[in-house]
Antibody, heavy 118, light 107 residues
Framework: EVKLVESGGGLVKPGGSLRISCAASGFTFSHYNMNWVRQAPGKGLEWVSSISGSSSYILYADSMQGRFTISRDNAKNSVYLQMSSLRAEDTAVYYC???????????WGQGTLVTVSS | DIQMTQSPSTLSASVGDRVTITCRASQSISSWLAWYQQKPGKAPKLLIYKASSLESGVPSGFSGSGSGTEFTLTINSLQPDDFATYYCQQYNSYPWTFGQGTKVEIK
């Protein structure tokens, strides 16, 4: 059974940093691109970042470029999102999502809430 | 960026109704479109990929159609479990983008 479990969310002050994690199980992790997708309270879904199975390509949404860093550790079956210079508008539930070979998201974690507030 | 526009934003329907949600892309995305269902406090769930392919385990009452810039998600006979918010997503080109969502409410 495919499982994605996010952790590390919490309350952080504007301008602060936070690293969130996603632990994967039930599939050959290194064979899949992984993504972060976020959802602000009461709002829709917004793609954040993608990382390929070998970490050879990494992509970010424009509004996150330069502030967020995605990485993965295939030995630990985990993907990470390091977030810095956080703003109130980064407040959201952050979901980890597996990307099928055709680039849609076939499995999602339960999400972790990041709140940016003073 | 490719903009995805869903209509309507909210839809009121009754159990047993046939409902249709439309998703329009700002440029052609061929058939690179997925549909997701999201219930309150839960993660999105994949329903349809490549515009019309039903994900394994999804009830056959769901169907998708379209190509190019116009797509539809149809729920053939609305069930109590189908009241949720539905999102389309294009995966033709980065950045992957979602529609704003369509909330299906009980009438």
């Amino acid at each position: 059974e495919v499982k994605l479990v996010e952790s590390g969310g919490g309350l952080v002050k504007p301008g602060g940093s936070l690293r969130i994690s996603c632990a994967a199980s039930g599939f050959t992790f290194s064979h899949y691109n992984m993504n972060w997708v976020r959802q602000a309270p009461g709002k829709g879904l917004e793609w954040v970042s993608s990382i390929s199975g070998s970490s050879s390509y990494i992509l970010y949404a424009d509004s996150m470029q330069g502030r967020f860093t995605i990485s993965r550790d295939n030995a630990k079956n985990s993907v990470y999102l390091q977030m810095s210079s956080l703003r109130a508008e980064d407040t959201a539930v952050y979901y980890c999502a597996r990307e099928d070979g055709s680039h849609y998201f076939d499995y999602w974690g339960q999400g972790t809430l990041v709140t940016v507030s003073s | 960026d490719i903009q995805m526009t869903q209509s309507p934003s909210t839809l009121s329907a009754s159990v047993g109704d046939r409902v249709t949600i439309t998703c329009r892309a700002s440029q052609s995305i061929s058939s690179w479109l997925a549909w997701y269902q999201q219930k309150p406090g839960k993660a999105p769930k994949l329903l349809i990929y490549k515009a019309s392919s039903l994900e394994s385990g999804v009830p056959s009452g769901f169907s998708g159609s379209g190509s190019g810039t116009e797509f539809t998600l149809t729920i053939n006979s609305l069930q109590p479990d189908d009241f949720a918010t539905y999102y389309c997503q294009q995966y033709n080109s980065y950045p992957w983008t979602f529609g704003q969502g369509t909330k299906v409410e009980i009438k």
